[in-house]
């Protein structure tokens, strides 16, 4: 069954027929291009397919297209600003946060999301926060500093 359904994404109006079984992931990867939302686990384990969805971080793998009806939805593609990359993005590389970079985006945007709330959060509250986030290079230890860094800023 098709429903037809419209949202933003990253600040550009979308409408479109979708599949109600369809995951919003499956919408924004191949139906709308946005690759940087990642396919992982497809089980909501790893993070790397998170997008924010009103301004709230979200697994796209386990979130039903159909629900996405008028919401607002950043991917990692709308976080940088006129090709200026955003002050979370800039501690991931300052702090060499990134190896093989399939985890970045979901990591970006839940900082993203963190620093939007103006919390000051202690490492224990990071490492919480960040806990639904998988990575198997990094060691997860500059990913926290990157996030500290982007949160003291």
């Not at 069954?1 to 994404?9: G, N």
């Not at 979901?106 to 709330?117: E, H, Q």
């Not at 919390?119 to 997860?140: D, P, Q």
């Amino acid at each position: 069954m098709l429903k037809k359904i419209s949202f933003t994404v990253n600040g550009l109006q979308v409408a479109l027929e979708v599949d109600v079984r369809e995951s919003l992931l499956e919408v924004l990867r191949e139906r709308l291009g946005y690759t940087g939302v990642k396919k992982g686990c497809e089980v909501g384990e790893c993070g790397a397919c998170t997008v924010l969805i009103d301004g709230t971080p979200v697994d796209s793998c386990i979130y039903l297209a159909v629900w996405a009806d008028g919401k607002d939805i950043v991917t990692i593609e709308g976080i940088a600003k006129n090709g200026e990359l955003s002050k979370v993005q800039k501690a991931f590389i300052e702090e060499g946060a990134i190896q093989c970079g399939f985890c970045t985006p979901g990591y970006v945007l839940t900082a993203t999301a963190m620093a939007a709330k103006g919390k000051k959060y202690t490492r224990e509250e990071i490492k919480r926060e960040l806990s639904g986030h998988l990575c198997r290079c990094t060691g997860y230890q500059n990913i926290i500093k990157a996030v500290e860094k982007a949160l003291a800023d």
